[in-house]
């Protein structure tokens, strides 16, 4: 599956969107399964009809998508984990990007899709 126009072309749509909010909470959509594959040496989201295989930055963010922790608790773990700032932009363009493949959903903080 290619990906790098779809996450440019999604890149420069998301600029232009406002915020997402800090109590957003992301899960993985209905059907999909995250695992680290050790041949792979990556996180694989796996699907019925398939798998992707993702590079550490999305790895990482997707293991945190787990309908528990909010976007703030994600990008904070995520920069403490990296010892990193300033990574909710690209926090948010990949969630965003993740909603538009229907890898993620995003709820709300009274749980009904964002």
Not at 2 to 7: F, H, K, R, V
Not at 39 to 68: F, W
Request: charged content about 20%; aromatic content about 4%.
């Amino acid at each position: 599956m290619n990906t790098a126009g779809t996450t440019a072309a999604a890149a420069a749509n998301s600029s232009a969107a406002a915020p997402l909010p800090d109590d957003l909470v992301p899960r993985l959509g209905h059907g999909l399964r995250l695992q680290w594959e050790e041949v792979q040496g990556c996180h694989v989201l796996l699907y019925p009809e398939g798998m992707v295989k993702l590079n550490r930055s999305a790895g990482e963010i997707l293991t945190r998508c787990d309908g528990e922790k909010s976007l703030a608790q994600i990008v904070t773990a995520l920069e403490t984990a990296f010892g990193a700032t300033n990574l909710r932009g690209d926090v948010e363009n990949f969630l965003r990007l993740a909603q538009q493949q229907r890898w993620l959903v995003l709820l709300g903080a009274d749980g009904s899709a964002a």
